[in-house]
């Protein structure tokens, strides 16, 4: 899959989070799916990622934000549809 600027995207189909013991960060590892040429897709696992406490909280407010301007914006869609 890939946005118009030819950016490859993977869809996330999992993940797996929690605290890294004997660190004060988050670990987070990713499931998501890659799509080969002749339309099949493949599921791959990311690396664990630590996170910092800070770097948690900016990424929950980022994802929220973002998410309320996708939502606002399909609200929008829907109203535009029905005219």
């Known amino acids: 899959m890939a946005i118009k600027n030819r950016t490859s995207v993977f869809p996330v189909t999992d993940w797996r989070a929690g605290p890294l013991p004997g660190y004060q960060a988050l670990a987070l590892k990713l499931t998501y799916l890659t799509y080969s040429a002749d ?22 407010s980022e994802l929220q934000r973002h998410l309320r ?12 549809e029905k005219h």
């Open 39 to 60: 339309g099949t897709n493949t599921e791959h696992q990311s690396q664990f990622f630590a996170f910092p406490p800070e770097m948690v909280e900016t990424l929950i």
């Open 69 to 80: 301007n996708l939502q606002k914006s399909d609200q929008s869609d829907s109203r535009q």
